[in-house]
């Protein structure tokens, strides 16, 4: 009977425990910078980012913090996590509110806070690292931190940088610019574009991406059959750059499932290799087809059908998406990527590249942004 007793009693305590919110890990840092009172995990954050060379505060910095979940007694599993997203102030200040989302459960905790700053010029600035290496940081805190950005500079990696920064995929959509050069360090080349320690200001100039002779309002007709006109315009989750543009055929007066997206990055050889692959990977429902290009593949997301292909030897990866009432066939969709893929020759010429170096240490694999014509599954991890 005690033995009965005491595993009903054991019962009672866990199904009491199920409706309570998760366990809080100690925060490893203070709640202030005067203080050595742990902070609350749970926040909330605020502080002012500025120029390290300057003091002035830098306006319109991404700023993403992020909780991480685990569950489990004895064996811990990652489970979940939550994510906010802001940006800087004229001020140059942040606030961060308390997490009030909670997940429940009796072995759920609360296991880790991270905030990650960017700003182009800059180095990235994350609570747990410092970048370039791999040093513990030891200045944050919950209230009145001060997140000082180091101005970029030439020596260091792009590459690199990207690999440190990781975030979700705001910040990776922030950090796109940084694929280009990134690639041409991949591929040993030296690179020229990005900013010196007077640049940090301002993006630096580029010859942007026109992509306006690969689809034309008449082949979509001509695919379709569709008698409508089009409104011919820019998708707006990326801007144009030296790398990546987009164009976005808007039938007028109908609903998006009328619409049709076009994306091209122009990568190089082994960039291209990892946004395709990235695209694959998030973009929900994904499944190879190879029907266009060196390979492809299809994605659905309600009344939008997606087909992404990579043509390798040009290092380029195009996105194409159209709805359901404009392409009521799998292979129209097909038909007009064909047509994408037939006039990547008319893309204008790639912006001349300096010699590579005498030598180059081979460099890791890079994380890379994903810009999906479909919406992809919210990440559940957190970065590192």
């Not at 050069?181 to 640049?199: D, F, N, Q, T, W």
């Not at 998006?256 to 082994?270: F, I, Q």
């Amino acid at each position: 009977m005690p033995t009965c007793r005491l595993g009903l009693l054991a019962i009672g305590l866990l199904a009491a425990l199920a409706g309570c919110g998760p366990l809080i890990e100690q925060a490893p840092f203070p709640v202030r910078p005067d203080s050595i009172r742990p902070a609350d995990l749970l926040g909330p954050y605020d502080g002012v980012v500025v120029d390290a060379d300057s003091d002035r505060p830098i306006a319109g910095a991404v700023v993403q913090a992020s909780w991480a979940f685990e569950n489990g007694i004895g064996f811990h599993a990652p489970s979940g996590a939550r994510e906010v997203v802001i940006e800087t102030g004229a001020d140059g200040r942040y606030a961060i509110p308390r997490l009030d989302d909670l997940p429940e459960g009796a072995s759920t905790r609360v296991r880790r806070f991270t905030l990650i700053v960017y700003h182009r010029g800059h180095v990235a600035w994350r609570n747990d690292r410092v970048f370039p290496g791999h040093l513990r940081r030891r200045d944050f805190s919950q209230r009145g931190n001060r997140v000082r950005l180091e101005r970029w500079q030439p020596a260091l990696r792009h590459a690199d940088h990207l690999v440190f920064l990781g975030g979700g995929v705001k910040m990776r959509l922030a950090a796109a610019w940084e694929l280009q050069p990134a690639a041409m360090e991949l591929e040993g080349e030296r690179v020229s574009i990005g900013h010196g320690p007077g640049e940090a200001a301002g993006p630096a100039p580029f010859t942007p991406l026109d992509i306006s002779r690969l689809l034309s309002d008449d082949e979509i007709r001509g695919v379709t059959g569709y008698a409508g006109k089009f409104e011919d315009g820019k998708l707006t989750d990326l801007p144009t750059t030296e790398f990546y543009d987009s164009r976005h055929f808007k039938a007028l007066g109908k609903p998006e499932s009328y619409d049709v997206g076009l994306r091209v990055w122009r990568l190089g050889t082994a960039a291209a290799e990892v946004q395709y692959g990235k695209l694959m990977n998030t973009l929900p429902g994904a499944r190879t087809t190879d029907e266009v290009g060196d390979a492809s593949f299809r994605a659905q997301v309600e009344q939008i059908g997606g087909l992404v292909f990579l043509v390798r030897e040009r290092g380029v990866v195009v996105s194409m998406t159209c709805g359901n009432s404009q392409c009521t066939e799998p292979g129209q969709l097909t038909k007009m990527a064909k047509l994408v893929e037939g006039h990547l020759s008319e893309l204008p010429p790639e912006p001349p590249r300096p010699p590579p170096p005498a030598a180059e240490a081979p460099m890791a694999p890079m994380p890379d942004t994903d810009a999906p014509a479909l919406k992809p599954t919210p990440e559940p991890e957190v970065s590192p």
